[in-house]
């Protein structure tokens, strides 16, 4: 571990300090996002990463906040602790949500939350036995959903309700 965050810093251009998580998210973000934006077929925009503690009353310890060119990627510190697998889980979990725009705004939320876990862990396999740990039976389920259902069928879905006006799927064309 403590090899890879040299190199980050390296990278980085941190010479002068020791790579911070931080620094590691950053660069984490930066190597995942062409490939969740393949995926996706939507560009993130430009992302700025931030490590801060969470507001009291958010049980998520890591968040999005999507603005028209791009996004902010907020992680706890208290993912640090976790093991590196987990960082990037986390990390391109966030990166699906800043590519969520256009027609794949009409996802529900949970939908929403299926198809960044799904993207994250076909990303990262060897994370998922810790992950499906840590997520609620609600997330596992719409995480089924979006396996099931596929994510070509899935953008069939969200374009027809986007080019219909709709401001989400209906749950009735899940079936």
């Known amino acids: 571990m403590r090899y890879l965050l040299l190199l980050v810093a390296l990278i980085c251009g941190c010479r002068s300090k020791q790579a911070t998580f931080e620094d590691y998210m950053a660069y984490i973000v930066q190597e995942r996002c062409a490939e969740v934006e393949r995926i996706m077929g939507k560009p993130a925009g430009h992302l700025h990463v ?70 994250a862990l076909s990303l990262v396999p060897q994370a998922e036995e810790g992950m499906l740990q840590d997520i609620g039976s609600n997330r596992r389920h719409w995480m089924r959903e ?30």
Request: glycine share 4%; hydrophobic share 35%; with cysteine.
């Open 50 to 119: 931030s490590v801060q503690e969470k507001p009291k009353g958010l049980r998520a310890r890591a968040a999005c906040k999507r603005s028209p060119d791009g996004a902010i990627l907020y992680f706890d510190p208290s993912l640090e602790n976790l093991p590196l697998s987990a960082w990037e889980v986390h990390a391109i979990h966030e990166i699906v949500h800043a590519c969520v725009r256009e027609e794949w705004e009409t996802l529900t939320h949970d939908l929403e939350e299926g198809v960044c876990d799904r993207i």
């Open 146 to 175: 979006v396996e099931r259902l596929g994510m070509d069928r899935l953008h069939q879905l969200a374009s027809r309700a986007k080019s219909e006006g709709l401001e989400e799927i209906p749950t009735h064309w899940l079936e």
